[in-house]
C-alpha cells in the first residue's frame, strides 16, 4: 500500500530536508490546496518516496 503510515518519518518534502512540524507545515503552504506535495519518508530501515494529492478528493477526504 502506498502513502503516509503510522509511524513513517517524514524527512524531506519538495526537496528540502524536514526537521520540524514547521518545516512540514511551509512545504504543505507552498504546495497549495490542489497541489501534490513528494516526500521522503523513512519507513523501518527502508527510505521510499511518497506523493501526497492535497486536493481532498481522496480516501481522507472521504472519510472526513
Known amino acids: 500500500r502506498a502513502g503516509i503510515e503510522p509511524g513513517d518519518l517524514i524527512v524531506e518534502a519538495v526537496g ?4 520540524t512540524a514547521d518545516d512540514l507545515f ?9 497541489g501534490t506535495l513528494s516526500l ?3 519507513r523501518g ?20
Open 26 to 34: 511551509e512545504s504543505l503552504d507552498r504546495a497549495g490546496a490542489g
Open 45 to 64: 530501515t527502508e527510505e521510499r518516496s511518497v506523493s501526497v494529492d492535497l486536493s481532498g478528493s481522496g480516501p481522507a477526504a472521504e472519510r472526513a
Open 40 to 42: 521522503r519518508v523513512v
Open 16 to 19: 528540502r530536508a524536514v526537521t
